[in-house]
């Protein structure tokens, strides 16, 4: 049992505990974890948590995990490295998740408020690059793909930024714009200190 515990691996995030508990099994070579927790950190939302988790303490590979957040309910599993930086590779399912305050916010308009999808993840953050991918599948068939990346931390505001995304069979009420029905479309952004530019095309059904 503990509280207040920081974690150990990925210090970028500063991920932290104000409770838990775990049954623990290892070795020189690797740790299997089993966990109840809550858990916070940098552009990481509050939640709790129940896992099985195995580490060989250069990355964590994650089993099963259960989440309670953002007003909804995760499922996960998938790979968290911080060799030469943090690295992952996630998927899971989402259930009523409200993660907009999440999201770029160029795309918020064209999120649902609630999220019920199948989810996956991928992403690097270290000095020299930064990404972050996202692919969202909803039971409707709405389909998202989309990611976020600069030359560099993602914190640094004075580099170029990019966010690149895709849909499939897009159905939503926009302020001032009405019901959009889009079949498929694509928008880039570029971000370069108080320069923006945007590329966007779409297929809209009449």
């Known amino acids: ?5 920081r974690w150990p691996f990925a210090q970028s995030l500063k991920l932290q505990s104000t409770f838990g ?6 070795n020189l070579s ?3 974890i089993g966990v109840q927790s809550d858990l916070k950190g940098e552009n990481v939302p509050d939640g709790t948590y129940q896992g ?6 250069r990355s964590l590979r994650i089993q099963r995990l259960d989440g309670s957040l953002l007003n909804g309910k995760l499922s996960a599993q998938g790979l968290l490295d911080w060799q030469q930086g943090v690295h992952w590779n996630l998927s899971g399912q989402a259930q009523q998740i409200e ?4 999201a770029p916010a160029a795309a918020v308009p064209y999120l649902p408020k609630k999220l019920t999808a199948r989810l996956a993840t991928t992403g690097t ?12 599948k909803q039971p409707t068939g709405e389909l998202w793909v989309a990611g976020i990346a600069r030359a560099g931390s993602l914190a640094n505001s004075a580099l170029p930024l990019a966010v690149d995304a895709r849909w ?3 159905q939503r009420s926009l302020p001032g714009v009405g019901k959009l029905s889009s079949t498929e479309g694509r928008s880039q952004i570029g971000l370069y200190k108080e320069a923006l530019s945007i590329r966007a095309n779409a297929a809209v059904a009449s």
């Open 1 to 5: 049992h503990w509280g207040n515990f």
């Open 21 to 26: 508990s775990a049954t623990v099994q290892g």
């Open 30 to 32: 690797g740790i299997s």
């Open 52 to 57: 099985e988790l195995y580490t060989d303490y």
């Open 99 to 102: 993660a907009l305050d999440y």
């Open 125 to 136: 953050l270290g000095n020299r690059v930064s990404h972050v991918g996202a692919w969202v």
């Open 168 to 170: 499939k069979n897009l």
